[in-house]
């Protein structure tokens, strides 16, 4: 008798045949890992829009936040839904598709085809699960580099991503100083902080609370601790948005009822939203893959690797910077993104900082911003000049 049919949500199935292009590392290039360990084999998963130029000198990398992934300019292949940054990425859109070869890849860790823990053990036949060694921001950014290698790309262009994205354009910067032209990190911060520690720990616990998440071992008996992941990301996503942006969307409004119920129904509008955001999901995301995201954003600690100097982490640096925070983003404010640009003014680095007026909190990098679109294409197109490439397209 088998056991149990694993119960395999979208992403699951992603992790070991992926809707997307892959590049795999076998034996003999180990991705080595800040635990202290080699990882072999490799496999990323990645998209690419637009195409490389004859100099390979116009290649824009994006990084993707803590549930994004590597689709992000074209539909989803797990919820059906548009790319997660299509208002930034596209024809004549601020990153232009018809200027730039545009890569995203999945980051180690993630479950959408990546090396994760939902992926493939070949040693076992069996997921990974916490067998996977946990990686880091630096770990991610190292396979992403073999990513870039393997493209025969030897400069980059542009990195650029928010949260943490922004922190693996940081970390690009620091680690590869010669193959950063420009960088663009946004609603970020050089280390987490205890505040952000605290709410992401408050989500695995959710996580590993739930009975059916089997100490990792979920996939392999068929179950999925899908409860505990709804609510920790329930609880994330209030992080995300800001008051004003809560009580402009929902107040006090009640959902689909005339009068309170005297229940523990969902009364509220905000209540329904959550649920429902926590119900989507579960079923695009890998709950251990949640756990090794928020460990590696809990973790990283870019002075601290640098001897506690943050102007030291940027010392060899050369790139263009132009830093973007929110004024109503409280899980990465403005004092964050102000320390960056402080170490990298103390380095003589050439640095521009844009603080956008918003009341959408630390989600506004993903929405209608228009400020925000109107600061990146000047400084995108301001970097596109200095590297001698084609201007943009008037329209």
């Not at 509008?269 to 809990?298: C, I, K, W």
């Not at 170490?343 to 630390?362: I, P, Q, R």
Request: proline share 6%.
């Amino acid at each position: 008798m088998g056991g149990p049919a694993p119960n395999l949500n979208g992403s699951t199935l992603e992790a070991d045949a992926p809707s997307s292009l892959v590049a795999r590392f076998g034996p003999d290039r180990p991705l080595r890992l800040d635990a202290g360990v080699g990882l072999t084999p490799l496999t990323i998963a990645y998209q690419t829009y637009g195409a490389l130029n004859p100099a390979k000198s116009n290649a824009f990398l994006i990084c993707h936040a803590l549930t994004g992934d590597q689709h992000v300019a074209n539909r989803n292949p797990v919820t059906g839904k548009s790319g997660w940054w299509e208002t930034m990425v596209g024809p004549g859109k601020p990153i232009d598709t018809e200027r730039f070869f545009v890569i995203c890849a999945n980051v180690l860790g993630g479950c959408m085809g990546t090396t994760g823990p939902a992926s493939t053990n070949p040693a076992t036949g069996k997921p990974y699960g916490l067998d996977l060694p946990l990686v880091t921001i630096a770990d991610m950014v190292r396979a992403q580099a073999m990513l870039i290698d393997h493209l025969g790309i030897e400069t980059l262009f542009c990195v650029a991503g928010g949260s943490m994205g922004g922190m693996q354009v940081l970390q690009w910067v620091a680690s590869y100083p010669d193959r950063v032209f420009s960088a663009l990190p946004i609603a970020t911060a050089a280390r987490h902080s205890s505040q952000n520690i605290a709410f992401h720990e408050v989500g695995r616990q959710a996580i590993m609370a739930d009975p059916d998440w089997r100490d990792g071992r979920y996939l392999a008996e068929g179950v999925s601790p899908s409860k505990g992941l709804a609510v920790a990301r329930m609880a994330a996503h209030i992080t995300y948005l800001s008051e004003n942006a809560l009580h402009r969307k929902f107040g006090r409004k009640l959902q689909d009822r005339a009068a309170r119920t005297f229940s523990f129904d969902a009364d509220f509008q905000v209540e329904s939203y959550l649920r429902h955001q926590g119900a989507t999901f579960v079923e695009r995301f890998d709950p251990n893959s949640y756990l090794f995201m928020t460990r590696a954003m809990d973790y990283f600690d870019l002075a601290a690797d640098y001897g506690g100097s943050l102007p030291g982490a940027f010392k060899d640096a050369k790139t263009r910077f132009c830093v973007v925070s929110f004024t109503s983003d409280w899980l990465f404010p403005t004092a964050d993104s102000r320390a960056i640009v402080h170490a990298l003014n103390a380095t003589g680095a050439s640095v521009s900082f844009v603080e956008v007026e918003t009341d959408k909190g630390h989600d506004a990098f993903l929405l209608d911003e228009p400020d925000l679109f109107a600061a990146t294409r000047g400084f995108i197109d301001a970097a596109a000049r200095a590297r001698g490439l084609r201007p943009a397209r008037s329209r």
